[in-house]
């Protein structure tokens, strides 16, 4: 009897949950907010189906219905990627300590 | 080309890259650090993902000028957006991912040979139901963050709108989605799938417009869990465990902050999202005009002398001084202060603003250290010692009744004791009660001193009178 893979999956995807519920409790929250601007940032790696949606595939075409569907995921995903790196880094680089000021 | 193996190889570790970014963020010195892991990890996904493809003819040209026309927008977006408009950019930024989805879902069942799916109308079950999944939370995350961010941004109106039968028609439209993920898998029939996503759409509306305007702190935090849910739906499909790893991240760090949001109402997760709370707040406001009771009225010059004179001060911001951009004006006030010896310190309530962290973004920006800003349990007590409180902008969260009126619907709710220091000083335009439409205990008091005036305007007053 082999393992299936999808029950491979299902462990990385419960123990990511838990490994997920303790480094956000850990979170201080004052930076609850560049919290969210990077979950939404690192959940755009969905860019990758987007990728292989894109370029993948036999048709000569590139512009095939299938095709044109990872490209909109493309330009969707790069906005927030983009987006959302560079607001957190805009965000944090604003949070100082007291010894900072002159 | 690499192999099957090395790729999952790589994608593992920029899903722990991904863990490091959030790692990060337990304290302000490291996060700087955890964002670069974040942007690592993003890097080496697109990057090895690209190899594997293996694609280098025209489909790659077109991938980097797609790439580059969103990056820009994106960039564009990020340096542009003042830091009082961060809660509509994150619900706008969710309801991307999730359109992003539902595309690689629906490119995934019209395509289903590039990525080991079977063929187009025999797809294996298992990828069938974890893609319509996908595809469905995603599409809720769509419509739902684009209706948190008309609200937030005051195209629409953030009043609850509800209706008849609404729970009803919301827990007809769960089931028929289930009945037809589950034909969708015997069946395969093309249009099954399209309804599935127009169903979620407007799963989606409806889920959102009967919430109000200022439960969006929980919406915003839910709609950030359902957008990493939906990613992990996609991840399952296309067996990829970057995707899987970060989903089930966004997934419960959503979920978690929605919690915290909802233990800092006092209310249930169901009671928040079931909604309709602020409906009742016409009538309530109307009878609470009616009874006029004496309040303290300032001006810029006695709140000056007042804080000039005090030893410890205590700022307590609220949405109202996000919407008066009032947070430079406040540091200006404060450094006025500190140089006349004063002690100063703010003190930031869990719900205050519209998403979680929003104050301390703000102060931030204002060039506020983030040690001198408390939480509500680390500050609570100091009231008590505390000459004088600075409540601009905030309201509810100050409320004595949430204390002392178990009638009151915010009962139960944490509040800031604002009303234990010797003064408080609060900035208002008027007397309207809060979101919640009940009155403020507080303005009757005979040590509260109310300062009827933009929150901006005067704080700026008062800076010239220090």
Not at chain 2, 202 to 211: D, E, K, R, S, T
Not at chain 2, 242 to 268: E, F, H, P, Q
Not at chain 2, 315 to 335: C, F, K, N, S, T
Request: hydrophobic share 50%; aromatic share 10%.
């Amino acid at each position: 009897m082999e393992i299936d893979p999808f029950i491979f999956r299902l462990s990385i995807f419960i123990l990511s949950i838990f490994i997920g519920y303790y480094v956000v409790w850990s979170v201080t929250p004052s930076l609850h907010t560049p919290l969210m601007s990077v979950t939404n940032a690192i959940s755009s790696v969905i860019i990758v189906g987007a990728i292989i949606a894109a370029l993948a595939g036999n048709s000569v075409n590139v512009f095939d219905t299938a095709n044109i569907f990872g490209f909109l995921a493309i330009i969707l995903a790069a906005i927030n990627i983009f987006g959302g790196f560079l607001v957190t880094q805009r965000m944090l680089a604003m949070y100082k300590k007291k010894k900072d000021k002159k | 080309m690499i192999s099957v193996n090395l790729l999952a190889i790589f994608y593992l570790i920029s899903g722990v890259l991904f863990i490091l970014a959030l790692r990060g963020l337990s304290s302000p010195e490291t996060s700087r650090r955890g964002n670069l892991y974040g942007i690592i990890g993003m890097a080496l996904a697109i990057g090895v993902t690209v190899l594997s493809v293996g694609n280098f003819s025209s489909g790659f040209i077109y991938l980097i000028i797609f790439l580059a026309i969103g990056g820009s927008i994106g960039a564009f977006i990020a340096f542009k957006i003042p830091m009082t408009a961060m809660p509509e950019l994150v619900a706008g930024f969710h309801s991307l991912v999730g359109l992003a989805a539902v595309f690689v879902a629906i490119s995934a069942f019209l395509n289903p040979e590039i990525f080991n799916l079977g063929t187009p109308g025999s797809i294996k079950i298992a990828s069938l139901i974890e893609m319509s999944l996908g595809a469905a939370i995603g599409a809720i995350t769509f419509t739902g963050s684009i209706i948190a961010f008309l609200k937030l941004r005051g195209i629409m109106s953030g009043s609850p709108i509800t209706f008849f039968g609404q729970h009803y028609l919301n827990l007809i439209l769960g089931i028929c989605l289930i009945g037809l993920i589950s034909y969708l898998c015997i069946t395969q029939i093309n249009t099954l799938f399209w309804t599935i996503i127009v169903i979620s759409f407007l799963v989606g509306v409806l889920l959102i417009i009967p919430i109000g305007g200022a439960d969006m702190p929980v919406v915003i935090s839910m709609l950030n869990s359902y957008s990493g849910w939906a990613a992990a739906g996609i991840g399952f499909t296309l067996e990829n465990t970057a995707l899987i790893i970060t989903g089930a991240l966004v997934g419960s760090s959503g979920a978690i902050l929605s919690y915290i949001m909802c233990k800092g109402m006092n209310r249930s997760f169901f009671n928040v999202i079931l909604g309709g709370w602020g409906a009742t707040d016409q009538t309530s406001t109307s009878s609470s005009k009616e009874q006029k009771k004496p309040v303290k009225n300032g001006n810029a010059d006695d709140a000056a002398f007042l804080m000039k004179n005090a030893s410890s001060v205590i700022i307590v911001p609220g949405y109202g001084m996000a919407v008066a951009q009032a947070q430079h004006a406040l540091r200006e006030m404060v450094d006025a202060l500190k140089k006349n010896g004063v002690k100063v310190s703010y003190a930031i309530h869990p719900v205050a603003g519209r998403m979680p962290g929003h104050m301390n973004v703000l102060l931030a920006e204002a060039n506020v250290p983030y040690d001198e800003v408390f939480e509500l349990e680390e500050i609570n007590n100091d009231f008590a010692n505390c000459d004088v409180a600075y409540v601009i902008g905030a309201n509810d969260v100050t409320n004595p009744v949430a204390k002392s009126d178990p009638q009151s619907p915010i009962y139960g709710m944490p509040v800031l004791d604002v009303e234990k220091s010797k003064s408080v000083l609060f900035v208002k335009r008027s007397l309207s009660p809060g979101y919640a439409g009940i009155d403020n205990d507080l303005f009757y008091r005979d040590n509260t001193l109310m300062l009827f005036a933009d929150a901006k305007k005067m704080t700026e007053e008062i800076v010239k009178s220090l």
